[in-house]
């Protein structure tokens, strides 16, 4: 039988992040007086990974780094302490045209345009009601942790 690449289980089994994101995240461990090194190792990421762009982590797998993580610190809002080391060279080029955008719907849009590079766990949408704007997640093909719910959106 032929692999159908287009298949919810086979998305969720290929979303991946931007391995820039655990460079925030073992900065938070830091701070908090907690061995990132270990806590990585321990759910088989590699410590610091580099924070090259072409460097991805599995979503399934941020999600086990995350739940060490909370386990480690005793902290269920870790996410929120990760936005706060989040800088915009851990997302590249993109991250430099996002601190480029002129206005923060500009910014809205180029994230909405280019999310893809940061995670296919979802897709982003900015949504325009009247004078109001807001980013949505939708089309998730696998779970999302509330810790990266966290710190994304903490760090918009």
């Known amino acids: 039988m032929k692999s159908d690449r287009h298949s919810p289980l086979a998305a969720a089994q290929e979303a991946t992040t931007i ?3 655990c460079t925030a995240i073992a900065k938070a461990l ?3 007086g907690v061995d990132s090194d270990r806590i990585f190792r321990s759910v088989g990421v590699q410590p610091h990974m580099a924070n090259g762009p072409m460097v991805r982590l599995p979503a399934a797998t941020l999600t086990r780094l ?3 993580c909370v386990d480690a610190t005793n902290n269920p809002y870790f996410g929120l ?4 080391h989040i800088h915009i060279s851990n997302l590249h080029a993109l991250g430099y045209a996002l601190a480029a955008s002129s206005t923060l719907l500009d910014f809205c849009r180029r994230l909405e345009r280019h999310f893809r590079l940061v995670s296919q766990a979802a897709t ?3 949504i325009e009601a009247g004078n109001r704007i807001a980013l949505r997640g ?3 093909n696998i ?3 509330g810790e990266t719910e966290d710190a ?3 760090w918009c």
């Open 19 to 21: 391995g820039g994101y």
């Open 30 to 32: 830091d701070a908090r």
């Open 66 to 68: 995350y739940r060490a």
């Open 81 to 84: 302490s990760v936005a706060r």
């Open 124 to 126: 982003l949408r900015v």
């Open 138 to 140: 939708t089309d998730f």
């Open 143 to 145: 779970e999302v942790s």
């Open 152 to 154: 994304f959106v903490s």
